[in-house]
């Protein structure tokens, strides 16, 4: 039972960090239509900025500074590379293209920078861990569900209450009469684009964080588990990218937790887990948990 309540933590921080992840890829939909695959090199950039600031800025100075500058450089992706504007869905297809192209380039060069090197962000947990009960949790574990649960509740009221969460959404439903009405689509991208690189940046501080090593060349790799999460809630929808993100890393820890038991599937299966998590969904509801059928006019 001990086990079980350990996984069981672990596995609620990873999803925690994974929401994190998986709504910048639903913000940007919704906001733009495209899948953006440069999203774990963003990840990386917000993490290797934290790394390498926090000697001279501290942890949260460190912090602040790549929080920002991962923004600016996803808004400056949306608004110099990919043109934002139009939300035409010959050119989402391209623009998603692009964004494959933008992660080459962002990765390769972070790589370089990091070569085999294992960075610590500076955390302020360090390897601490705390007892509740009969559960032994690290209390980066912890700071993970705590500053999520802060952050995305943030995010959700961000939608819920100001003008560019209104405009979004009118966006996301109906992009013609959003235009017609005033909204500004280009900024309405270009912010969402920026909101995506902060969740981006932020999560990678508790990606490194122990019991993870540091931060490496490929923890950017990570955020592709953050992309099942959000195929299967629903692209468009953020509370189904909370649900999917909170099942992916439950079945990711209890997977991993249990993989002696579970050598019967193979080794390693944990890595896969998600994604066979997301094919069984997907062949019961195609649109993910939280989807709706789009009403097509002919």
């Known amino acids: 039972m001990t086990g079980f309540l ?10 925690a960090v994974y929401a994190l992840v998986a709504l910048g890829f639903v913000v940007i939909f919704k906001a733009s ?13 917000g993490g290797y900025l934290t790394a390498v600031l926090h000697d001279d800025l501290g942890f949260a100075g460190a912090l602040a500074a ?51 090197d294992l960075l610590t962000t500076g955390d302020p947990w360090g390897d601490a861990v705390t007892e509740i009960g009969p ?5 980066s574990r912890l700071a993970a569900i705590a500053v999520s649960a802060v952050v995305i509740g943030g995010v959700f009221a961000l939608f819920r209450y100001t003008a560019w969460g209104l405009s979004l959404r009118a966006a996301s439903e ?36 122990f019991p993870a090593p540091g931060l490496e060349r490929t923890t950017g790799q990570i955020a592709l588990k953050a992309f099942p999460a959000a195929i299967l809630g629903g692209m468009a929808s953020p509370p189904g990218a909370l649900a ?14 249990y993989q002696s038991e579970l050598h019967v599937l193979g080794e390693g299966f944990g ?4 994604y066979a998590v997301m094919v069984l969904v997907l062949l019961v509801r195609p649109t993910g948990l939280f989807g709706g059928k789009g009403a097509v006019r002919v």
């Open 135 to 139: 559960v032994t949790v690290a209390d």
């Open 271 to 274: 890595d896969v887990a998600p």
């Open 33 to 45: 239509g495209v899948l953006n695959f440069a999203h774990g090199s963003l990840l990386l950039l």
């Open 174 to 209: 109906d992009l013609e009469a959003a235009a017609l009405m005033g909204v500004r689509l280009s900024r309405v991208r270009v912010l969402a684009w920026c909101l995506a690189g902060a969740l981006a940046a932020l999560a990678a501080v508790f990606l490194a964080a």
């Open 6 to 15: 350990d996984h069981l933590l672990n596995g609620l921080a990873l999803g």
């Open 244 to 257: 999917g993100s909170l099942l992916i890393g439950l079945t990711e820890a209890l997977v991993a937790g």
């Open 66 to 116: 790549a929080v920002l500058v991962t923004a600016l450089v996803a808004g400056a992706i949306d608004r110099l590379l990919l043109r934002g504007g139009d939300r035409d869905p010959k050119a989402a297809h391209v623009q998603t293209i692009v964004t494959i192209g933008v992660d080459i380039v962002l990765v390769t060069d972070l790589a370089r920078r990091i070569g085999g």
